[in-house]
Every structure is written in structure tokens, then in C-alpha cells.
């Protein structure tokens, strides 16, 4: 069974800076999935990669295969970045398999 | 922008009864699922169907649980002799296909007192 982990569990940080949310799994994968969680619980889907980067806005999402790695960082974050930004990762089947989540706060 | 929709979106029962929680996947989605949140906690999957019948379910998945999709557009989850440990966000979620990104609905909190 594959394991997800996330770092930081918690993040603060002040409106402008650059933020880095990190992912490491266990076992192989075919796709990861960075998700994003607002206060009112809905999840949304930010990006679905299985190699190299992507980038919407001022997010972007890398993904290392061999090193089982993954990074989400927020350019210039800002107070409605706020939320609980998680991993996933696609194993075998069609299922996603969860991190715990990294509760991101910005403040202005 | 289409969506997953849910209802309803909070639900109380007694314990011991059951609740069956509705999704409106995205209509050409072919695959769904089930997962939940338990507060505080990380989500977990519960269940996945794909052409009318269950493709993979979890530990969780037992015999309490069943689901369905009675009229080719909703897709329901039956939750029997609810217990307290079933309190919990169950999202519903779609893709189109297998390797496409999913979709989730906006959850429905169950609360069983």
C-alpha cells in the first residue's frame, strides 16, 4: 500500500512570499494529483501530473518519478491562497490514495 | 462549468438508522467514487464504479455500505445501522476517464447522534 506523505503538516506565512508544499510516496504511481481544500470542505482539483511540471497561474506543480517526490509551490501567495492543500496519488487502480494535507495560512 | 453536486449537504440521523447520501456525477464521466473525511483526519476511499458495478472498494467497504446508480445520472450511497464512527464529510467525486483528473462534489457531512 502506498504511503503519502506531506511537509509541512502546518504553514504560515506573510502575503508576497514563495511557499513549497512537498509529497514523497512510497511506491510507484501512475499519476499524482494536488488537490485544494477550502474551510467549507469542497475539494478542488489544481493539477494531475505524472512527469516534469505544471504550471497555472501563480501555481506550480513538479514531480520527480525516480525520487517518488513531489512540490507545489505558490508564487506571490496571498490571503486567498489560505487552505488545506493536499496530495494524492493514483496507484494501481483508478482510486486515489490521500496525504494527510498541509494547512497553509497567509496572512497580509 | 459543470459539476459534481451532492445532497444533501448536511445530514443528522440516529444512530442505527440509514441514510443514503446522493451524487450528481458530471454527465460524461464514466468513472465514480466515494471517499470520506473523518474530522481531522485525512480522506479515505471508500468505493469506485465503473460500468454499473464496483471496481475497487476498501477495508472500509463492508457490508454496511452499498451503492448504486439507479437512473443513469445519480449515484448513491447507502450507509445501514449507522454508528457513531460513521460521522464523517463523504465526497463523491467523477472522472471521464481513467487517467483524468477527478472531480469532487462538495460533500455531505453526516452526523450520527
Known amino acids: 500500500k502506498n504511503e503519502v506523505e506531506q511537509s509541512p503538516q502546518n504553514l504560515t506565512a506573510q502575503e508576497g512570499e514563495f511557499i513549497t508544499i512537498n509529497c514523497s510516496y512510497s511506491v510507484g504511481i501512475s499519476a499524482l494529483h494536488w488537490l485544494q481544500q477550502h474551510p467549507g470542505g469542497g475539494i478542488v482539483s489544481l493539477f494531475m501530473?505524472?512527469?516534469g511540471k505544471k504550471k497555472h497561474g501563480r501555481l506550480i506543480a513538479t514531480i520527480n518519478i525516480q525520487e517518488k517526490h513531489s512540490s507545489l509551490h505558490i508564487t506571490a501567495s496571498h490571503p486567498r491562497d489560505s487552505a488545506v492543500y493536499i496530495c494524492a496519488v493514483n496507484q494501481a487502480g483508478t482510486a486515489l490514495i490521500f496525504g494527510k494535507g498541509t494547512t497553509l495560512s497567509v496572512s497580509s | 462549468e459543470p459539476e459534481v453536486t451532492q445532497t444533501p449537504s448536511h445530514q443528522v440521523t440516529q444512530m442505527g438508522q440509514e441514510v443514503i447520501l446522493r451524487c450528481v456525477p458530471i454527465s460524461n464521466h464514466l468513472y465514480f467514487y466515494w471517499y470520506r473525511q473523518i474530522l481531522g483526519q485525512k480522506v479515505e476511499f471508500l468505493v469506485s464504479f465503473y460500468n454499473n458495478e464496483i471496481s475497487e472498494k476498501s477495508e472500509i467497504f463492508d457490508d454496511q455500505f452499498s451503492v448504486e446508480r439507479p437512473d443513469g445520472s445519480n449515484f448513491t450511497l447507502k450507509i445501514r445501522s449507522t454508528k457513531l464512527e460513521d460521522s464523517a464529510m463523504y465526497f463523491c467525486?467523477?472522472?471521464?476517464?481513467?487517467?483524468?483528473?477527478?472531480?469532487f462534489g462538495q460533500g455531505t457531512r453526516l452526523t450520527v447522534v
Open positions: 501530473l505524472s512527469s
Open positions: 467525486a467523477s472522472k471521464q476517464q481513467a487517467n483524468t483528473e477527478a472531480f
